[in-house]
Nanobody
Framework: QVQLVESGGGLVQAGGSLKLSCAAS????????MGWYRQAPGKQRELVAS???????NYADSVKGRFTISRDNAKNTVYLQMNSLKPEDTAVYYC???????WGKGTLVTVSS
């Protein structure tokens, strides 16, 4: 059973930065595509960024140039570096193994204007 534990969220002013972490277990982490999603109040969950086993990355247009996804296979951890944060980035952020079921509890990011 896949277990995902997100951390690193918090309250930050617009223009600030945060780095999220997601520790994964119950899977062969190095072989899995990992993704970061977010869900803002009243909105559907959306894919923010993903990273393949080989390290190729993709980003939603709304975060390109501001967010960076990375992974450390030795630590079974995926990261999301978020820079130049905007109030519209406020959401609960989740990570997911793209081809496996299960979600973590998420971590809340709040960006004040």
């Amino acid at each position: 059973q896949v277990q995902l534990v997100e951390s690193g969220g918090g309250l930050v002013q617009a223009g600030g930065s945060l780095k999220l972490s997601c520790a994964a277990s119950g899977l062969i982490f190095s072989r899995n595509v990992m993704g970061w999603y977010r869900q803002a109040p009243g909105k559907q969950r959306e894919l923010v960024a993903s990273i393949t086993a080989s390290g190729s990355t993709n980003y939603a247009d709304s975060v390109k140039g501001r967010f960076t996804i990375s992974r450390d296979n030795a630590k079974n951890t995926v990261y999301l570096q978020m820079n130049s944060l905007k109030p519209e980035d406020t959401a609960v952020y989740y990570c997911k193994a793209q081809l496996l079921p299960g979600w973590g509890k998420g971590t809340l990011v709040t960006v004040s204007s």
